[in-house]
């Protein structure tokens, strides 16, 4: 008797079926009854609709629904709604497999502790044609999805984990009221933070996140995000959304975001990004401040009452 799949693997995507082919392409070869793979169309416009609809088809291991109203964190918990696995994992539309991928994934899975709730796999760059990431600091780097650790280890140590190759025991995203969908890319848009939340969230509950590199994919980098531009609007999001996680989760700022803290910070840093004009950091974190600052002035609804 079959006691169905042992991982369901969440893949969301707006806008993106070319790169949905891509991972699945790299995805499919691996699957056996171990695993279910659960497509979830993020109001995607009409040719990219069609086009999952297609992927659909042709692989008919891959469940394909739909939300009508974009949004990553709504997409992820649809995903979660319809998986049956213990575990869920989720990979981004952008995201393509090594080729034992799934193998050491169950492995990895069959060997956590009860206490084990989260286990972020490693993600390495795949740069365009022709372009690499040399020229990029290690904070720049910090912003592009990537786990490079050799090692594994605790997220209480400093180990990273990213949505882009993430497991979860399903029972405790659950408990913990899945994504919260005031976080989360939306569209375009570059909020985020939804992963960032669900994982201190799992910890705050008292089980343990850590990151293994043993189950790998590669994450495409675009060539809009090696642009100054680009990751000033990034990390100015993420400034906005690191409140909104320490608002949501109903805990004080920590000493670094307080507000006399940031507006302090605000004219040194720009100071910094004057005078030592090629530096990129000082622009980088300059931004994040503004961000920070911005979500201190935008309270919602759902902030008040968590306080």
């Known amino acids: 008797m079959s006691k169905g799949p042992l991982v369901s693997i969440v893949i969301c995507s707006h806008n993106r079926s070319a790169d949905v082919s891509e991972c699945l392409r790299a995805l499919i070869p691996q699957l056996g009854a171990q695993a279910e793979v659960i497509l979830v169309d993020s109001a995607s416009g009409p040719e990219d609709k069609a086009e999952m609809a297609k992927l659909a088809m042709l692989y008919p291991a891959v469940r ?7 949004g990553l964190s709504l997409a992820r918990n649809r995903g979660v709604q319809l998986a049956v696995a213990d575990w869920v994992v989720f990979l981004d539309d952008d995201a393509v497999p090594f080729s034992d991928w799934l193998s050491k994934l169950l492995a990895t899975i069959a060997a956590a502790s009860p206490s084990q709730a989260v286990i972020g796999g490693g993600i390495y760059p795949r740069w365009p044609e022709g372009m690499n990431g040399e020229h990029l600091s290690k904070r720049w780097k910090m912003f592009l999805s990537l786990a490079e650790a050799e090692r594994p ?5 400093g180990y990273p ?5 993430y497991a979860i025991r399903r029972r405790v995203l659950r408990d913990i009221g899945g994504f919260s969908e005031k976080l989360g890319r939306v569209g375009g848009s570059l909020i985020s933070g939804d992963d960032s939340h669900v994982t201190k969230t799992v910890l705050d509950a008292g089980f343990r996140a850590d990151f293994d590199p043993a189950f790998k994919v590669y994450h495409k980098i675009s060539r809009e995000r090696l642009n100054l531009s680009w990751i000033l609007r990034r990390t ?14 109903a805990i004080p700022l920590p000493p670094h975001l307080r507000p006399i803290k940031l507006i302090a910070s605000l004219p040194a840093l720009l100071f910094l990004s004057v005078v030592h004009f090629q530096n990129q950091d000082y622009k980088i974190r300059l931004a994040m401040c503004i961000g920070a600052c911005t979500s201190l002035l935008t309270r919602t609804d759902h902030d008040r009452s968590a306080q």
């Open 64 to 70: 394909l629904t739909r939300v009508d109203q974009a």
């Open 153 to 157: 280890g605790s997220v209480t140590d």
């Open 161 to 165: 984990v990213n949505g882009a190759n």
């Open 236 to 249: 100015f999001w993420e400034g906005f959304s690191e409140i909104r996680i320490f608002r949501s989760r």
